[in-house]
């Protein structure tokens, strides 16, 4: 199965500060690399999928790029909002495997 | 819009069954691959298993391979997830999620999960 490895595990930030999470294929997974947020106690949203592409109601600070087996989730300007866990997933062979996570924590 | 409920879930001791299930409103159930993704508590997010959109492929983890099955009733919009010989391991808030007909696609869509505790 591919190994998803995000880092960091953890990182706080305070607001309006740029975060960016990266994530690492274990092999060669084209663009199909999706990014979730999933906020305390709701199920996971999703943010960016295939890599780059925009998600409908998504705030345009989140963006994401890569290919192959690296990829990045860029937050600019951090809103307190966005206090979450991110989580990277792909979907180019089954098993779906997903990233251990990011918690986003705002100081 | 969009729906997708789960239920079924509860306490369950080691070893014995618990069947869950799905509703599906808002889109056209029937032509989506559906799958089950779980999150055991304060953990990150594991794929289970997955059904094509007629029923006919199905595939699973290997942690679970054996013990669960997972069909579906495209008449009654329902998917369900049927889990036997079920260990402490498998503790779990299950959400039923799907983004599209084949298994390449994103979640678009997760339902609002059904918590399962294995203990005795």
């Known amino acids: 199965e591919i190994v998803l490895t995000q880092s960091p595990d953890f990182q706080s930030v305070t607001p309006k500060e740029k975060v960016t999470i990266t994530c690492r294929a274990s092999q060669s997974i084209g663009s199909s690399l999706h990014w979730y947020q999933q906020k305390p106690d709701q199920s996971p949203k999703l943010l960016i999928k295939?890599?780059?592409q925009s998600i409908a109601g998504v705030p345009s600070r989140f963006s994401g790029s890569g290919s192959g087996t690296d990829f990045t989730l860029t937050i600019n300007s951090l809103e307190a909002e966005d206090a979450a866990a991110y989580y990277c997933h792909q979907s180019s062979t089954l098993p779906w495997t997903f990233g251990q996570g990011t918690k986003v924590e705002i100081k | 819009q969009v729906q997708l409920v789960e239920s079924g879930g509860g306490v369950v001791q080691p070893g014995r069954s618990l069947r869950l299930s799905c509703a599906a409103s808002?889109?056209?159930?029937?032509?989506?691959?559906i799958h089950w993704v779980r999150q055991a508590p304060g953990k990150g997010l594991e794929w289970v298993t997955v059904?094509?959109?007629?029923?006919?492929?199905?595939y699973y983890a290997d942690s679970v391979k054996g013990r669960f099955t997972i069909s579906r009733d495209n008449s009654k919009n329902t998917l369900f997830l049927q889990m036997n010989s079920l260990r402490p391991e498998d503790t779990a808030i299950y959400y039923c999620a799907t983004g599209g007909g084949g298994y390449g696609e994103p979640v678009h869509y997760w339902g609002q999960g059904a918590l399962v505790t294995v203990s005795s």
């Open positions: 059904i094509s959109y007629d029923g006919i492929n199905k």
């Open positions: 295939y890599a780059s």
């Open positions: 808002g889109f056209t159930f029937s032509t989506y691959a």
